[in-house]
């Protein structure tokens, strides 16, 4: 009389470690520093100590008697500065954050600077562009590049969002809260009857 396996119950592959239930061996624990991990931990504390520098520089109007208009920026500063710490001492011991099960990512896959590098030219692109060519155009072309350097494919479709959604939050910013944000020539023309 033969007993067939329970399918539920883990067994022992070729090399001696047990298998799991489909057959193939658990993913080996990932141990070592991780530099991209590192990396975030700094620029992390960096952000948090700039926070809490530049509250300072915060200026205090004679009028204030309740907590002031540097509170939040200190708190927000700190706790930011906090985690860091934290996230800091477990990098460096080794913790590694784990990869979520329907992830289809490969965490040991080194980073593309390429990448990297075209997202920050990205950034540092709209940020001057924006006096230049409106808020809208500067934020449609950020959100393209961004698109692309992330394996978008095509030119119209991320285009076309990155449009829409600069529009409708520089309508909503500008109209509805008015906060000052340049729409260019044609955009405020375009909007200048609501």
């Given at each position: 009389?033969?007993?067939?396996?329970?399918?539920?119950?883990?067994?022992?592959?070729?090399?001696?470690?047990?298998?799991?239930?489909?057959?193939?061996?658990?993913?080996?624990p990932r141990t070592g520093v991780s530099r991209g991990e590192l990396a975030m931990t700094v620029l992390l504390g960096v952000l948090g100590v700039y926070l809490l520098l530049d509250a300072a520089n915060i200026a205090i109007p004679g009028s204030s008697n309740t907590i002031g208009p540097r509170f939040f920026p200190y708190l927000i500063g700190g706790v930011v500065l906090a985690t860091a710490l934290a996230l800091?001492?477990?990098?460096?011991?080794?913790?590694?954050?784990?990869?979520?099960?329907?992830?289809?990512v490969d965490p040991d896959a080194p980073t593309s600077w390429v990448a990297v590098g075209t997202i920050a030219a990205a950034f540092?692109?709209?940020?001057?562009?924006i006096?230049?060519?409106g808020w809208p155009l500067a934020v449609t072309l950020m959100f393209a590049v961004v698109a692309w350097s992330l394996g978008a494919r095509g030119v119209v479709r991320p285009l076309l969002a990155g449009g829409v959604l600069a529009v409708v939050?520089?309508?909503?910013?500008?109209k509805g809260l008015g906060v000052a944000l340049p729409g260019g020539v044609l955009l405020e023309l375009a909007t200048s009857w609501f």
């Amino acid at each position: 009389m033969s007993v067939s396996p329970d399918p539920d119950v883990s067994t022992r592959d070729a090399t001696g470690a047990h298998a799991s239930a489909g057959g193939r061996p658990p993913a080996p624990p990932r141990t070592g520093v991780s530099r991209g991990e590192l990396a975030m931990t700094v620029l992390l504390g960096v952000l948090g100590v700039y926070l809490l520098l530049d509250a300072a520089n915060i200026a205090i109007p004679g009028s204030s008697n309740t907590i002031g208009p540097r509170f939040f920026p200190y708190l927000i500063g700190g706790v930011v500065l906090a985690t860091a710490l934290a996230l800091g001492f477990r990098v460096l011991r080794g913790d590694r954050g784990p990869a979520d099960e329907s992830e289809d990512v490969d965490p040991d896959a080194p980073t593309s600077w390429v990448a990297v590098g075209t997202i920050a030219a990205a950034f540092l692109g709209q940020a001057l562009l924006i006096n230049v060519v409106g808020w809208p155009l500067a934020v449609t072309l950020m959100f393209a590049v961004v698109a692309w350097s992330l394996g978008a494919r095509g030119v119209v479709r991320p285009l076309l969002a990155g449009g829409v959604l600069a529009v409708v939050v520089w309508i909503v910013f500008v109209k509805g809260l008015g906060v000052a944000l340049p729409g260019g020539v044609l955009l405020e023309l375009a909007t200048s009857w609501f």
